[in-house]
C-alpha cells in the first residue's frame, strides 16, 4: 500500500468504504514511512474538509526513539483539556502521590460547655470537600462536644491568591460547574442540582432539587414552548442575585412541552454564602444550634491549636477524578496548589507556572514559547505542541508512578469522558486517553495498546476556529483504529 504526504484533494472514496477498509482489511503490507500517513486516512481528511495545517498528530511506540507518524508536530496549538495532562502529573511527581490537603477548624473559645463563639475554617485548596465529606466535619465536630455556635463561621481564604478573573469570563455562563472558580474553601462545587419535568396542565415547569441549601431560593418563570432536550439551555437563562443574605436564582424562559425531564446542575459564585448555608444546613440536621453568618479573617495567631483537622483524599484519589471527568475546579485547585507546596505564602498562578516548567526542565521536555495558564482547559491562552505532549507521555511511562498516573485516565468505551465512545472492537478497553474539547478545539492524547501487545503515545490536536470541530470523529476514529491495528493493513 503506497503512502502519501497529506494534502487537501478530493477523493474518490466514500468514507464509509474508507472505513470499511480500515475496520476489516485482511491483508498485511509494510508499515507507511516515519511521518506519513496512510492514503486511506488521507482521503477522509478530504472528504470531510479537513485542512491537515488545522492538524497536528504524533504516534509513537512507547520504548522507540523516533515517531512513526508526526505531523505538524511544532505548531503552537490550544489544548483545552489537555492541559490537565501537565497539571495532574506535575502534581504527582512534585507533591507526590499521598499528598493530602488539609482543612482546618479552630474554635474561638474553650468548648467545654458545648458551645463556642465562632468557627474559623482555614483552606489549603481541597479540590474535593463535597457535602459527604463536610457531613462528616460537622459529625466529627458534635462528637468533640460542640452543640451550639453562636455568632456563626469565619473562613480564612488566604492560601491562596484572589481570583484575577471572573467565572463568567470564558463564555459568560458563570452558574455553570466548569466555569467555576478556585477557591481555598470551597464545599460541594458549590452545586445546587436539579431535575425538570414538564408540568403540560399548568403550562409550566416543576422542579425538584437534589441540592438546594435553605439560604439559596430558586425565582422559577420557565415556560413551556418548542424545542429540543439536548440544546434546552439555548432558550433557558439563569441569574443569581444576592439580598438580606438569601441567594436568589431567577430562571425564565422556554423548556421543550416533549422532553419528558432534564437534569441539571449550577454552582453558584458566591463560594462563603454557599459554605455558610450547607454548613448550618448540616449543623441544624445534626440537632446543634447555630446562629450567625459568615464573614472573611485571616487566621489569628491565638487561635493556635485546631480543634479538628480535615484531610483530603490522598493526590491520587484527586487526580483520577480529576482526569476521568476532566473537572476544571479540581484541575486549577490542584494547579494553584502547586505554587504555594512547602512554601507557606499565598499560591499564585505565576509561581505555579514556575513550578510546571521547572519540573518540565528537570525532565529535558521542551516547553519552549508554550503557555499553561491556569491548569485547566478553560483558557484561550494556553498554547502546546503536539511534540512537548508526546514527550511528556513519554516521561510518564518512564516514570515510577506511571501505573498511578495512566489509571488515572479514561479508559475507551468503559468510563469517563469517553464511557459512550470506542464502545465496539477494536477500540473499546484498548485506549487510556484524556479528552479535551471547547469550541474550535479538540484534542486526545495519551496510550494505546495495539492488538499485537504493543504500546503507543499517541497526541491528535485539531484547532479551527472558522467553525466547530465536531467533523473530526470519522477521522479519530479510523486513525486510533490505525493505531490499534499496529499500523498495517
Known amino acids: ?228 432536550c439536548p440544546n434546552f439551555m439555548d432558550s433557558v437563562a439563569f441569574n443569581e442575585t444576592q439580598s438580606n443574605k438569601v441567594v436568589t436564582i431567577s430562571v425564565e424562559g422556554y423548556f421543550p412541552e416533549d422532553c419528558p425531564k432534564i437534569e441539571h446542575e449550577l454552582s453558584l459564585t458566591n463560594t462563603n454564602h454557599y459554605f455558610h448555608s450547607i454548613f448550618s444546613d448540616f449543623w441544624h440536621l445534626s440537632g446543634g444550634e447555630f446562629h450567625g453568618y459568615i464573614a472573611e479573617q485571616e487566621k489569628k495567631k491565638n487561635l493556635e491549636k485546631p480543634l479538628l483537622v480535615y484531610k483530603s483524599p490522598p493526590l491520587t484519589e484527586i487526580i483520577r477524578r480529576t482526569n476521568k471527568e476532566s473537572n476544571n475546579f479540581m484541575s486549577r485547585q490542584i494547579f494553584l496548589t502547586l505554587g504555594n507546596h512547602q512554601q507557606n505564602k499565598v499560591a499564585t498562578l505565576e509561581q505555579s507556572r514556575m513550578v510546571v516548567r521547572s519540573t518540565l526542565d528537570k525532565y529535558g521536555i521542551d516547553f519552549e514559547d508554550q503557555f499553561i495558564d491556569n491548569g485547566s482547559g478553560l483558557s484561550r491562552q494556553n498554547l502546546v505542541r503536539a511534540e512537548t505532549l508526546s514527550q511528556l507521555l513519554m516521561k510518564i511511562y518512564q516514570h515510577p508512578l506511571r501505573a498511578e498516573f495512566v489509571s488515572s485516565l479514561p479508559i475507551s468505551g468503559i468510563d469517563g469522558t469517553i464511557k459512550k465512545r470506542f464502545k465496539k472492537f477494536p477500540l473499546k478497553e484498548r485506549m487510556h486517553l484524556k479528552t479535551g474539547t471547547i469550541d474550535g478545539v479538540q484534542g486526545l492524547a495519551g496510550y494505546v495498546q495495539g492488538l499485537s501487545g504493543k504500546e503507543y503515545i499517541v497526541v491528535f490536536m485539531h484547532n479551527d476556529f472558522s467553525e466547530f470541530t465536531y467533523k473530526t470523529k470519522p477521522f479519530q476514529d479510523a486513525f486510533l483504529t490505525w493505531v490499534v491495528q499496529d499500523h498495517k493493513w
Open 1 to 228: 500500500m503506497t503512502t502519501v504526504r497529506i494534502a487537501r484533494e478530493s477523493s474518490h472514496k466514500s468514507i464509509l468504504i474508507t472505513l470499511t477498509c480500515i475496520f476489516l482489511s485482511s491483508g498485511v503490507s509494510a508499515a507507511p514511512s516515519a511521518k506519513e500517513l496512510p492514503q486511506s486516512l488521507a482521503s477522509i481528511l478530504a472528504e470531510q474538509g479537513i485542512p491537515i495545517n488545522t492538524l497536528s498528530l504524533v504516534v509513537q511506540e512507547v520504548n522507540a526513539n523516533e515517531p512513526i507518524v508526526a505531523v505538524n508536530t511544532r505548531t503552537l496549538r490550544q489544548p483545552a483539556s489537555l492541559a490537565k495532562l501537565f497539571t495532574t502529573f506535575i502534581a504527582l511527581d512534585y507533591l507526590g502521590p499521598g499528598y493530602q490537603w488539609h482543612t482546618e477548624i479552630f474554635a474561638s473559645d474553650s468548648i467545654l460547655d458545648g458551645s463556642t463563639r465562632y468557627l474559623l475554617f482555614k483552606g489549603s485548596g481541597d479540590p474535593y470537600l463535597t457535602k459527604e465529606n463536610l457531613w462528616f466535619i460537622v459529625n466529627e465536630l458534635q462528637n468533640l462536644g460542640l452543640e451550639s455556635i453562636e455568632d456563626g463561621l469565619y473562613v480564612d481564604q488566604s492560601y491562596f491568591e484572589a481570583n484575577q478573573s471572573n467565572s463568567g469570563d470564558f463564555d459568560n455562563d458563570p452558574l455553570r460547574p466548569y466555569n467555576l472558580m478556585p477557591s481555598a474553601l470551597l464545599a460541594n462545587f458549590n452545586m445546587v442540582d436539579f431535575t425538570l419535568v414538564p408540568n403540560s396542565a399548568t403550562g409550566s415547569v416543576d422542579i425538584s432539587f437534589n441540592t438546594l441549601p435553605t439560604s439559596v431560593i430558586f425565582d422559577n418563570q420557565m415556560k413551556l414552548g418548542k424545542g429540543h
